[in-house]
């Protein structure tokens, strides 16, 4: 079993930013890649980035530029920096993990089987 915990979410002002923090814990040797996905208020959850434990990368279209997904092994850390915040942006943020290879691009939900509790970002115009 993996278990995560977010932290670091909190209200901004749009064109701000924060940085949104993944502590891993449990059985975390097996895990492959880790992610984050976001759900607003009303909407599909939706992937955000992933990140390979050699370091590969995707992001999603709408967050390309402005997010940068990282972890940091010896913490057993990942981190979600977001610039630029938009209103938009406003949802709950989930860290994923998963033991599966071979993720291509595309950031399935279906394809992550560990998540944390979530973190509100709010975003105001």
């Known amino acids: 079993q993996v278990q995560l915990l977010e932290s670091g979410g909190g209200s901004v002002q749009s064109g701000g930013s924060l940085r949104l923090s993944c502590a891993a814990s449990?059985?975390?040797?097996?895990?492959?890649?880790m992610a984050w996905f976001r759900q607003g208020p009303g909407k599909e959850r939706r992937g955000v980035a992933t990140i390979a434990s050699d370091g590969w990368t995707t992001y999603a279209d709408f967050v390309k530029g402005r997010f940068t997904i990282s972890q940091d092994n010896a913490k057993n850390t990942l981190y979600l920096q977001m610039n630029s915040l938009k209103p938009e942006d406003t949802a709950v943020y989930y860290c994923a993990a998963t033991d599966k290879l071979g993720i291509g691009v595309l950031i399935r939900s279906a394809d992550f089987g560990y998540w944390g509790q979530g973190t509100q970002v709010t975003v105001s115009s």
């Open positions: 449990g059985y975390i040797y097996t895990t492959h890649y």
